[in-house]
């Protein structure tokens, strides 16, 4: 059995490396030089990454990818993509390239509305508890001003406050929800400090009130919510519907027809909508992570506004009408473009760099544009060829590294796999033979 340890974070990096090893591994172990081998030898750069995180030992390689020919609104990007599935990028290229000759993407950002609450228990006459709020808004308000003073310099700050009674969903529960406009920071330090402050003038006025007849409210927590519903982003694509023709193979109506049929099967299953929407989180995730998001609230965010509607369904949307196929996505993403990592990872600066500095609102446009090619790259497989056809050509070094090969033979086979198709086994027999 494990000892446990104290003080671990403490230790040195040595040190904590050395009592990895010691418990998980044996002495001929490399996972020392392993962990070794991913150390940047630019000390300032690897102080920078140790210091992200607590008891960092190495760093985590991703790829960083980019994918061209983004035509957005007009004007053409270049898209960074930090991700590690073979196809993604390669996917996002193909989508980029088809929409630049029809057009390109249109965006338009609808709203830009965060949210956060203070959660609190509250046993007493909820008609007494409303008029005492409306009374003490102005000093909840009051108290966070020297918190909200910059961002309101930048244009942003608290929309509104209001009482929530949510005692339907849960006896004495209700909330001060909080609105912000957090401009080009994701906002989440910005939200949570506010609604820390909030909380406590609320506690401390409540303490010294008759006015709630002896009933204190009882503060849970106070934190922003990722489910950002009111910060919503559209991206689509149009054509005439005789510019969908595809390489010979199916008329532009058909392949429409067959598109349609597959959106509407994810809007209508939910087994098909988390994999439908999973192809547009491919797009979405690799620039939230290139660009120094945070990907998880993004996730958690996305996935809860596909189920708005009472069941989990697809985010993307399709149609033809007077021979004019659409293809469309609304999506909420809380996206900073200042602050977090966004000036501190050079990798983070670079890819904001190669976007043009763009504002929160722009970022939002542009990673919902990557979810939408992904979507329809996808689509556009699983609808003609297949999807593992270009998957697995996608994935072939992949194997071909697990397996051995050297440079000359990954090129000989790569050629080999141009007019063969590439499976597990097919790789391997073709490597063997190739040997012997
Ligand atoms: C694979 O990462 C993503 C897809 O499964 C998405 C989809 O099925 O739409 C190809």
């Known amino acids: 059995m494990q000892q446990s340890v104290s003080g671990f974070s403490k230790f040195s990096k040595a040190e904590k490396i050395n009592w990895l090893i010691s418990n998980y591994f044996n002495e001929n172990s490399d996972a020392k030089s392993v962990l070794k081998s991913y150390w940047n030898s630019n000390e300032k750069l690897q102080q920078l990454h140790d210091e992200f995180i607590e008891n960092t ?22 898209l960074p993509m930090t991700i590690e599935e073979s196809s993604v990028v390669a996917a996002a290229s193909n989508a980029a390239k088809f929409w630049w000759s029809r057009g390109g993407f249109k965006t338009s950002v ?65 909330q001060l929800e909080t609105t912000f406009e957090t401009k080009d920071a994701m906002g989440a330090n910005f939200i949570n400090s506010c609604l820390e402050q909030i909380a406590s003038t609320f506690e401390t ?62 809007e209508v299953e939910p087994y098909r909508a988390v994999t439908h929407n999973k192809g547009i989180m491919n797009g979405v995730d690799a620039v939230v992570i290139a660009t120094g998001n945070d990907f998880r609230a993004v996730e958690a965010g996305v996935h809860a506004y596909a189920a708005k509607d009472g069941h989990y369904a697809s985010l993307s949307h399709a149609s033809l009408d007077n021979g004019i196929f659409k293809f469309w ?43 939408l090619a992904q979507n329809f790259a996808a689509l556009r497989s699983l609808t003609t060829t297949g999807i593992q056809k270009g998957h697995m050509k996608m994935h072939l070094l992949n194997i071909l590294n697990q397996i051995g090969a050297n440079t000359t033979e990954k090129e000989q086979l790569v050629q080999h796999f141009k007019t063969n198709s590439v499976s597990h086994r097919a790789v391997v027999d073709a490597l063997k033979n190739l040997r012997d």
């Open 110 to 174: 609808i709203s830009t509305t965060k949210i956060g609450h203070v959660h609190f228990m509250f046993e007493g006459n909820s008609t007494i508890l409303k008029s005492y709020f409306e009374n003490i808004k102005p000093q909840l308000l009051e108290s966070t001003k020297p918190l909200t003073k910059n961002m309101e310099k930048r244009g942003g700050g608290i929309l509104d406050l209001k009482l929530v009674d949510c005692t339907k969903k849960m006896s004495h529960y209700f």
């Open 329 to 371: 996505m609304d999506i909420p993403l809380a996206l900073g473009t200042v602050g977090g990592l966004t000036g501190l990872h050079p990798m983070v600066k670079l890819a904001l760099e190669m976007l043009g500095k763009p504002s929160a609102p722009q970022l939002m446009e542009i990673v919902a544009v990557a979810g």
């Open 57 to 78: 030992i190495s760093n985590f390689y991703m790829p960083f990818g980019i994918a061209p020919n983004f035509l957005i609104n007009g004007a053409l990007y270049t």
């Open 205 to 266: 006025l409540t303490q010294n009130s008759n006015a709630l007849k002896g009933y204190q409210p009882k503060i849970v927590m106070s934190i922003l919510s990722n489910y950002v519903p009111e910060c919503l982003v559209r991206a689509e694509v149009s054509c005439r519907v005789d510019e969908l023709t595809l390489d010979g193979h199916f008329s532009g109506e058909e392949f429409a027809e067959k598109f349609m049929q597959a959106v509407r099967i994810a």
